[in-house]
């Protein structure tokens, strides 16, 4: 759906005060297709929005090549850019503001629309309709900001930084929203300042640094993942009851080790008593990320 390949971008001197040219992307390659959501990580500055405004056609490239399906030329309405803080007005219903943006919609020709109420339907916003934009929470008026530009029935969504700044329970309404709008065919690119946020939304993810690609990751095994160490009399033995129900290996240094990825603390210690196992001491770990499993794009 949309690719680029060794794409550079740099600002003039003068740019957010600087007397020196700022690079904002040096040779920078991938690709999103039909249906799928990849991630742009990063720390702030290292390009993530910049990258974004390429894809919906408001930037043009120093170098390299963009395609959009194909095309060198961007096609219209083809992206829909949702910036970190969408500009809303608070006194508006929720109603209100997507004929707003339905309105601007028409007024620039879209060549293809869809139903008022389809969006706010799949992301379960019908029984907000009536609630003014000022009485919602963070993550609700970003999913209303989702659900206006899904009513120009882009091909590729573009968003900048939906995930930061929620608490988890408000990652994981947003997170839904996303997978419903991959889901409807839609390619989706998200930026995130952290590459944590990303973990159990993008299918991958490029983390940028200075404006380069460090690597593509996979974020399901990006996350730190916790273990429980149990301290016990007969650690082999321990840990081979355990592996009945549970993943355990019995260290070098005599622990056992078991993975919280399924269980909580509670229930492993719950299988220990049951087991007959007896724990003398017990502490919760925190393991590093696992080696990235997605190679590096071309280029």
């Known amino acids: 759906m949309f690719s680029f390949t060794g794409i550079g971008k740099t600002f003039g001197a003068g740019f957010t005060g600087s007397r020196e040219s700022a690079v904002a992307l040096d040779g920078v390659s991938g690709e999103v297709t039909d249906g799928e959501i990849v991630g742009i990580a990063g720390a702030r500055g290292t390009g993530k929005t910049t990258l974004l405004r390429i894809a919906a056609g408001q930037l043009r490239a120093d170098c390299g090549v963009v395609r959009w399906r194909g095309a060198a030329h961007y096609p219209p309405h083809f992206t829909a850019f949702v910036p970190m803080d969408a500009a809303m007005h608070a006194f508006l219903t929720v109603r209100e503001a ?76 947003v997170r839904r929203v996303l997978h419903i709008v991959a889901a409807s065919g839609a390619g989706v690119l998200i930026s995130a300042a952290d590459l944590g946020v990303l ?101």
Do not use: Y
């Open 98 to 173: 997507l004929r707003f943006a339905r309105v601007q919609t028409e007024l620039r020709e879209a060549p293809r629309r869809v139903a008022e109420d389809v969006w706010p339907v799949r992301l379960d916003l019908v029984r907000r309709m009536d609630a003014r934009l000022g009485e919602l929470s963070l993550a609700e008026r970003r999913v209303v900001a989702l659900a206006a530009a899904m009513q120009e029935a882009p091909d590729l969504l573009a968003l900048d930084g939906p995930l930061d700044g929620l608490d988890p329970a408000a990652r994981r309404e």
């Open 199 to 299: 973990h159990g939304v993008a299918h991958r993810a490029a983390l940028l640094r200075a404006g380069r690609v460090v690597a593509w990751i996979d974020p399901r095994h990006a996350a730190p993942r916790t273990a429980l160490e149990l301290a016990v009399g007969a650690p082999r033995t321990a840990a081979a009851r355990l592996r009945r129900h549970v993943a355990a290996a019995c260290r070098r240094d005599g622990a056992v080790r078991v993975s919280l990825a399924d269980r909580s603390a509670e229930e492993v210690l719950a299988l220990c008593r049951v087991e007959g196992i007896h724990v003398l001491r017990s502490r919760v770990v925190t393991e590093p990320p696992g080696r990235w499993t997605v190679r590096p794009a071309p280029g």
